[in-house]
């Protein structure tokens, strides 16, 4: 599996007041990510194919994938599957990639995530509602030390989508 084969559908970018050695720190340690992503646990294995894990805060899988762009602290691709069955099957990868960048005082964060053929809204509801709220989490932790606390589930479109085409979803 290459990035090539991915076609970028939902781009973020955000400024942080931090470096980017920081940023990359809190994209890639398990500790770290507790406090940006929903308590969920990121744990990535640095080197090109190695292991790109996400545990929710009870140690369960949540999110698999592998490392396809491992350059500290400028860049970091990985495969993102989240574990709901049938997902990956009907649905293909995803792929995200971070790309951190020094400008002035501050590191700007580009967020992408693409797939490998094409999907509707409803399905994509979930990353657009979801990405902003973690990566606005990530900056308040870098900048202030507090992450946001956003309550929110998948989006009622997005579930109703998946269960149309037969996608079992918790």
């Known amino acids: ?17 931090s470096t980017p050695q920081k940023v990359w ?21 640095p080197r090109l194919g190695g292991a790109f894990i996400v545990r929710t805060p009870d140690g369960a ?10 350059d ?7 495969t993102f599957n989240v574990n709901w069955p049938e997902l990956i099957e009907k649905l293909g990868p995803t792929l995200v990639t971070y790309e951190i960048e020094q ?14 053929r094409p999907l509707s809204d409803d399905i994509l509801e979930g990353g657009r ?15 202030t030390g507090k992450p946001l606390r956003v309550k929110m589930g998948p989006p009622q479109r997005m579930l109703a989508a998946l269960k149309a085409m ?5």
């Open 61 to 70: 899988l949540h999110i698999s994938g592998e490392v396809l762009a491992y």
């Open 129 to 143: 509602q979801g990405w902003p709220a973690i990566l606005s989490s990530l900056k308040s932790v870098l900048e």
């Open 166 to 170: 037969g996608i079992k979803t918790p």
């Open 103 to 116: 400008v002035g005082d501050a590191v700007r964060l580009t967020m992408s995530e693409g797939h490998d």
């Open 72 to 78: 500290p602290p400028r860049k970091l691709s990985v």
């Open 1 to 17: 599996m290459t990035p090539d084969q991915f076609k970028p559908l939902t781009v973020y970018t955000i400024y942080i007041a």
């Open 25 to 45: 720190e809190a994209l890639t340690s398990a500790e770290f990510s507790t406090q940006y992503f929903f308590g969920n646990a990121v744990a990535v294995e």
